[in-house]
Structure formats: C-alpha cells, structure tokens
C-alpha cells in the first residue's frame, strides 16, 4: 500500500511564497514534510517567498525559493527540473497562481485577455502537463480553479472563461496519471479574504460577497478564509488520495454545482 502521509515528501507549490499558497507551504512542513519548494513570480514577491521558506526551515522542512514566469514551458520544465535536481523528487505538486480581472466583456482589451489567459488558462496546462512528468508514482496534482464556475455573473468573462479549462485539465490529467496511482483535483475556493480580492471590487461589490454565501453569518468576514481552504487541500495530499478528477468547491455555499 502506497504511503500517503506527508512524512518524508517533496512539495512544490506555484505562488507558494504569500496567501493561500504560503499557508500551504508552512501547513505540509508542520504535516512532516521533508521539503518544500517555494514558486514565486517576479521580483516583487521574492521576499514574501523568502519569509516563508525561513518559516518553514524554522519548522524542520528544507525549504527553496525559485523564481518562474509559468506562462513558458522552458520556465516551467525548469522549476520542476531545479527542485528534482535539489531534493531528488516532487511528490506533491500545487498550483496557486492565479489572477483576476472584473471587468465588462465589451471593456476587456485583447491585451487584458492575453494576460489573463496566459495566468489562469495556459499556467495551468503546462503545470499540469510538467506534473505528469515529473511527479513520482502516487503523488498528487492540486490545481486552484474558483468558485466562480458554479455561478451565473457577468463581468468575470475572462476570470472565469480562463479558469474554466483547469475542470478539464484535471479530469483529462486524472485518467492519463491515474495508472502510476496519481490523484489529480482542483479546489474552488470562495472569494477569499487576501489582497488577491480586494482590488478587483468596489465597496458594493465586496459587501455583497460577504452576505452571498450560505454560511457568511458564521465567518469573521463573511468571505472563504485561506485557514478555511488548507485543510481541504491537506486532506486531497494525503488521505484524500482516492478524489480524483474532481473539482472542489470551498465557499461556505458561496454557490454550487
């Protein structure tokens, strides 16, 4: 039987280094993790990255840093070439990066579409494409994807429309990976109480986000918290291995499918 405790594996979380994809990392080094490799994007984010690979040696894990551009494949074979070649293997591979736009689809510039295919649409395959290469026999592949796809709103069309496919991805992943035992989801979390959200809505906007979910009453905020999403992604790391090919949605009944 195939060991899927965190004890003694290799993690590699893309937008690893602040928010949602920092707490991961210091959440599997607590779990045991032997190592955590650390994606950031660009130079702005390098010393958030750096603070949590110190948090996570601080808690036993080795830890490393490494600095991409996702949207290439050359950038991304080699992130997964630098942490195999630094801790020998990735056994767990999470993808966190993504960016929003809010905005009227008669607004959006082919240049705003670009980008945000690029971020949310292309990352993602070629993630997920490198993961199935490089990840060990009975790893797992988790893919941030968003709430969003359950709902029936305008002005995500690019957000949303960019973060549609990572659905297929994974369930296209998940049968192609499944026969080396490798679980591939995605998790859809609510909007989230991190600077990710905030400077996308205006003040009417954020205070409908806070009453729109089912269990708002009962957050500190009314939004998804990221102390909200880990345990999910934990749980499909680990004992959740035989969850494959689904997409989760975290939201508090922000909305459903």
């Known amino acids: 039987m195939a060991n899927h405790s965190l004890q003694g594996k290799v993690v590699l979380i ?8 920092g707490l991961i990392a210091w959440d599997f080094a607590a779990q045991g993790a032997k190592a955590v490799v650390v994606h950031y994007h660009s130079d702005s984010s390098k010393a958030q ?18 600095q991409a551009n996702l949207a290439t494949g050359a950038a991304t074979e080699q ?30 510039t082919e240049t705003e579409f670009d980008d945000m295919n690029a971020v949310n649409n292309k ?19 988790i893919t941030l994807a968003s ?20 659905e297929h991805y994974t369930r296209a992943a998940a ?11 995605a998790v859809g979390p ?10 996308a809505e205006g003040p009417e906007a954020v205070a409908y ?15 998804t918290h990221i102390e909200d999403v880990v345990p999910f992604i934990r749980h499909l790391a680990t004992d959740g291995w035989w969850i494959t090919g689904q997409t989760i949605l975290i939201n508090g009944g922000y909305t459903t499918k």
């Open 190 to 199: 609510g909007p989230m109480d991190t600077p990710f959200f905030y400077p």
């Open 147 to 166: 709430s969003l796809l359950g709902a029936f709103t305008p002005f995500y069309a690019a957000y949303a429309g960019n973060k549609a496919p990572v």
């Open 175 to 185: 049968k192609e990976f499944g026969a080396r035992g490798i679980s591939v989801t």
């Open 14 to 21: 893309a937008g690893g280094g602040k928010n949602l994809g």
């Open 79 to 108: 992130l997964f070439a630098d942490a195999r070649a630094r801790f020998g293997q990735i056994d767990v591979a999470i993808n966190t990066v993504g960016k929003v736009l809010k905005k009227p689809i008669v607004e959006i």
């Open 123 to 141: 990352t993602a395959f070629l993630f997920l494409r490198e993961a199935g290469k490089q990840v060990a026999d009975h790893g797992k592949v």
């Open 49 to 66: 990255a750096d603070a949590t690979v110190a948090a996570v040696q601080a808690l036993g894990a080795e830890a490393l840093a490494l």
């Open 209 to 223: 986000h806070k009453t729109a979910a089912a269990l708002s009453a009962f957050s500190p905020t009314g939004l």
